[in-house]
């Protein structure tokens, strides 16, 4: 399947440059997918309009794999290189957006992580996954567990921007939480969409082709 396929593409070239591949649990409860990685109470994704929760909202499947990093900075000491792929939960779904999508979340923590790092290594990414020099850009954006952050385009065939990735510097608030020195260490973080990437390796136009079983499109990406 296309979605595997560059799942697997990307988490081995992140794992051959030294990331380690974790995972963790897709059921979550709100103090790993949101509390943690400082995103508060009034946040609008916290609401059930955006979140699948369950168990009388005492649990809620992830809405992204964040918390498998907050899982991995309470349970190791820095540095920490890790990468995390899996199935995650939005209540989205058009022709670029899924109620269920996959997303491939990186992080590495050292002394002196700056951006001008982070830059580096999405370029790096992503010119690994399509195999040649592809045209991308950054531009400001705002995420609650990174700062600063940045959300990155790339120029499909069309002619038109196409997010694929949100990526920043890791807040220091996050790191707190997990108890890391934020005047020794540092860290950056980044989040690829899986779907989103494999539309623009394979040129479709409607994300739900990935998923309506047609067999005679599927055997296409052998």
């Not at 799942?7 to 995972?23: A, H, Q, R």
């Not at 992204?64 to 890790?82: D, E, F, G, Y």
């Not at 973080?189 to 079983?213: N, P, Q, V």
Request: proline share 5%.
């Amino acid at each position: 399947h296309p979605v595997n396929n560059t799942k697997n593409f990307i988490l081995k070239y992140l794992n051959s440059i030294g990331f380690e591949i974790i995972e963790g649990p897709e059921i979550e409860s709100e103090k790993f997918n949101f509390d943690m990685l400082n995103i508060k109470k009034d946040h609008p994704a916290r609401q059930m309009h955006d979140t699948f929760y369950v168990q009388n909202k005492k649990k809620l499947l992830r809405t992204h794999t964040s918390p498998v990093q907050i899982r991995s900075m309470l349970n190791n000491t820095a540095p920490i290189a890790v990468v995390s792929g899996g199935k995650v939960y939005r209540k989205d779904d058009d022709s670029t957006h899924l109620p269920m999508f996959h997303q491939i979340e990186g992080m590495y923590i050292d002394e002196n992580v700056s951006f001008s790092n982070l830059k580096d290594l999405i370029y790096k990414i992503i010119q690994n996954i399509f195999e040649e020099k592809v045209e991308l850009r950054f531009r400001p954006s705002y995420f609650p567990f990174t700062e600063p952050s940045a959300e990155v385009d790339i120029m499909s065939s069309n002619g038109k921007w196409l997010e694929i990735l949100g990526c920043g510097i890791v807040n220091p608030i996050v790191l707190e939480n997990c108890d890391i020195d934020t005047s020794q260490y540092s860290g950056l973080a980044f989040g690829l969409g899986i779907e989103r990437i494999a539309m623009l390796k394979h040129e479709l136009t409607d994300i739900r082709e990935l998923y309506k079983s047609n067999l005679d499109f599927l055997k296409q990406f052998k």
